[in-house]
């Protein structure tokens, strides 16, 4: 669908791949920054957990949130990966302080809605503390995360020269 979603799901999926495994190169507070062996030489990215899910009695799988090095036309790839499928029509909410940013979604993916706003994300990323992000299960079960802020300025500078 977008320009590295089928590279960083896969990248997810490298634990299962003697191929592709990725690699952690170093940990900001609560950012990690990876890195993998591709076909096109070394991959990098960032990733975080969340620290809060809610509701708490429903299985949440494993959930993240990636940004990538972009390309030309932009510089950052914001995506989040959840551990479970999403309403198909749905969007993701992303709160950062008084700042709200739309996710469309496919399958267990999500990416931002207007590739425009990805460097105005970042920016609030960058200058907030913690990210908000709301789903929709494909069952219709309403989902929150809170994701840490702590170390992304750090990681994005370390993934930026990243090999």
């Known amino acids: 669908m977008k320009r590295l979603a089928l ?3 896969f990248t997810l999926l490298g634990a299962l791949s003697a191929q592709a495994q990725p690699r952690m190169i170093e940990r900001f507070n609560d950012w990690g920054v ?9 991959a990098c990215y960032l990733l975080t957990v969340p620290k809060t899910k809610a509701p708490a009695n429903v299985d949440h799988g494993d959930n993240f949130f990636l940004i990538a090095p972009g390309n030309d036309r932009i510089k950052y790839e914001l995506q989040a990966k959840m551990g479970y499928d999403l309403k198909p029509g749905s969007r993701l909410k992303v709160q950062i302080g008084d700042q709200t940013f739309w996710m469309v979604v496919k399958d267990r ?3 931002v809605q207007k590739e425009d706003r990805e ?9 907030g503390s913690e990210m908000t992000l709301e789903a929709t299960s494909r069952r219709g079960t309403e989902t929150t995360y809170t994701y840490s802020l702590d170390g992304v300025t750090a990681a994005l500078k370390r993934v ?4």
């Open 7 to 9: 590279v960083l799901s």
């Open 34 to 42: 990876y890195s993998y062996e591709s076909g096109d030489g070394t």
């Open 109 to 111: 993916t999500a990416w």
């Open 119 to 127: 460097p105005e994300m970042i920016s609030a990323m960058r200058d």
């Open 160 to 163: 930026g020269r990243c090999n």
